[in-house]
């Protein structure tokens, strides 16, 4: 099983982009999907993007859509999501997640990283 560790957020202006990571741990990485998910203070957790074991599959929330970009480098052992044109209703804690069901079983995701504070200012 991996484990996954967030970086990058931080407190930023409405417009401004940020870039988040996920490093993860084991030689197993390749194997999973990964995904972003995000909490807002109040708000259940909410899927964010999704990206296949191999990088061709990608999916966004419509929230996000057209400004948001997730990315993998196998390599690396590392997701990223590059965050255009925030907005303060991107505010939120970042997680990281990872599965070896289906991509789009948004449910099966089951390792999760400690999450990273992003903070969009009006």
């Known amino acids: 099983q991996v484990q996954l560790v967030e970086s990058g957020g931080g407190l930023v202006r409405a417009g401004d982009s940020l870039r988040l990571s996920c490093a993860a741990s084991g030689r197993t990485f390749r194997n999973y ?25 990608t999916f966004y929330a419509d929230s996000v859509k057209g400004r948001f970009i997730i990315s993998r480098d196998n390599a690396k052992n590392t ?20 599965t070896l069901k289906h991509y789009s079983d948004l449910e099966g995701y089951d390792v999760w990283g400690q999450g990273t504070q992003v903070t969009i200012s009006s």
């Open 79 to 98: 997701i990223y999501l590059q965050m255009n044109s925030l907005k303060p209703e991107d505010t939120a804690v970042y997680y990281c997640a990872a």
């Open 33 to 57: 999907h990964m995904g972003w998910f995000r909490q807002a203070p109040g708000k259940k957790r909410e899927f964010v993007s999704v990206i296949s074991w191999n990088g061709i599959t």
